[in-house]
């Protein structure tokens, strides 16, 4: 009778000492490296023993079936050959097995990413595609997903691969993806000046990240645009943005206010509202092309001062002797030296509103 089995048929004839068992091998197999297959011929309970080789080495297995894992690529010969039970033997019969290397996955090269941008992964060597962990990828069933990772810090991902045979990779490859720490530059705080006086800009690098290269723009009334501290001298009132930029190509962007009066002056509020809100809590004068400060001072109406500074970013908090004082109007004075050296004086009185 004719049996079909897993990749191998054996025709079995009955046995007598005038004629021998033999077998007939089939098509040829096809394999990953890495699969296990059985091999069968014949009928378990038919009373025959059986020879097993492999490339001409003798397999462990004297019965009617043969276990192999397939761990190294390359074309095989498998023969059987059966021994009946009166002695008799049966023709040698063979088959080739193909078994096919495992594909090689490449992750890519590792990647620096500035924090806030996405970058692509780029891997090869397979047909199909699985990346993993999938977090933060737009696909990672595709050869090349986009990765957006919102935080800093580092990360890997690891490549699959299977080849159009099926036949898939044994060992994923790893790349790594670095998400750099956010950039800030600050442009400087907004400024006041007369018209035509020389401001000294600098571009302050907040979080040490060690940026190259500076630009400024627009570049009206800057003596260079590609620098940390440009000079400006206008007699309008401009808005300057500074990008900043490391060596892996991170920007960061600030801008500065300068507004313009026509000649230097101090300019004082005429009330304040220290409620905590936010707004309006501070009383200090604006300054207009002053150079220095000598002094400013708020007095109590009897007198009294209750705040004094010679520092211009300085200013009232409606408080004297660590309480807060209660609405009333206040005497202030104060005298500064302009960029030209002319002493301005200035005073008058200020609503403290509860």
């Known amino acids: ?19 021998q068992a033999f077998a007939q091998a089939a098509m040829p197999d096809t394999v990953c490296v890495g699969t296990t297959r059985l091999y069968q011929v014949n009928d378990a309970a038919k009373p025959s023993t059986y020879t097993w080789k492999v490339d ?34 049966g023709d040698i019969r063979s088959g080739v097995v193909n078994v096919i290397a495992p594909p090689v996955p490449n992750a890519g090269p590792d990647a620096i990413v500035c924090y806030g941008n996405s970058t ?14 999938a977090t933060y990828l737009s696909n990672p069933a595709v050869p090349n997903p986009v990765v957006s990772i919102p935080l800093p810090g580092t990360y890997q991902y690891y ?8 036949c898939r990779s044994i060992k994923r490859d790893t790349v790594t993806i670095t998400i750099l720490q956010p950039v800030k530059v600050f442009a400087g705080r907004d400024t006041l000046i007369v018209a035509n006086q020389p401001v000294q800009l600098n571009a302050v690098d907040v979080n040490g990240s060690g940026f190259v290269n500076y630009t400024w723009t627009p570049s009206a009334g ?81 007198g009294e001062l209750v705040f004094t500074t010679n520092e211009q ?6 408080m004297y002797k660590g309480r ?18 002319n002493v301005i004086r200035r005073k008058g009185t200020v609503a403290l509103i509860r």
């Open 159 to 166: 490549l699959d691969v299977r080849t159009v045979t099926g």
């Open 222 to 302: 800057l003596n260079t645009i590609f620098v940390q501290n440009p000079v400006a001298m206008v007699n309008r009132d401009i808005v300057y943005v500074v990008t900043a930029r490391t060596a892996n190509g991170c920007e960061a962007r600030d801008d500065i206010s300068i507004k313009v009066f026509n000649a230097p002056d101090i300019f004082v509020p005429t009330g304040f509202t220290p409620n905590g809100d936010g707004l309006n809590d501070i009383f200090k004068p604006i300054y207009a092309g002053i150079r220095e400060l000598k002094l400013f001072s708020v007095f109590s109406r009897w």
């Open 120 to 133: 692509r992964l780029n891997g090869t060597g397979g047909t199909q595609y699985q990346w993993s962990p």
């Open 313 to 318: 970013s300085a200013g009232w908090n409606g």
């Open 56 to 89: 001409g080495v003798v397999q462990a297995s004297v019965r009617n079936e043969l276990t192999m894992t397939w761990n190294t690529p390359g074309v095989f010969l498998v023969t059987v050959q059966e021994h009946s039970n009166n002695g008799c033997d």
């Open 324 to 341: 807060n004082q209660d609405a009333n109007v206040f005497v202030w004075q104060v005298e500064g030296v302009d960029y030209n050296g």
């Open 1 to 19: 009778m004719y049996r079909l089995l897993r990749h191998i048929v054996f025709i079995t004839l009955v046995s007598i000492c005038v004629q």
